[in-house]
């Protein structure tokens, strides 16, 4: 009798061993692979990364815009440099050479 005493504590040593170590497994599983796993958090940090790296580029361009808004509004040479370029406006008296350009093969 102390025999299947024995057994039968050793038998629920073993189904609680089981249960822990199944417990432990889903933890890491659903630390890992869960909505805030370690690797969602690793994916959320990349994204953030390239959303600051955006911004700051979005920023700079921001910056180069208002510059080149500042010089249209207070300098006529600017505007005539713009029109030229963009709009391929010349004077009446000038005479202007276009270069044909290669086709790379």
Partial sequence: MARDEERGMSLRRKIA???????????????LFGKKGLIE?????????????????LEAKKSRLEKDI?????????VEMEAREKLWLMKPDEKVIVKKKENPR
Avoid: C, G
């Avoid at 061993?17 to 630390?31: G, M, N, P, Q, T």
């Avoid at 958090?41 to 580029?57: G, P």
């Avoid at 500042?70 to 600017?78: R, S």
């Fill in 70 to 78: 500042q010089a249209l509004e207070k300098d006529p040479e600017a």
């Fill in 41 to 57: 958090i690793y994916k959320a940090r990349k994204n953030y990364e390239t959303l600051v790296q955006e911004i700051k580029d």
């Fill in 17 to 31: 061993l089981a249960a822990v170590f199944f417990f432990f497994v889903v933890l890491l599983i659903s630390s």
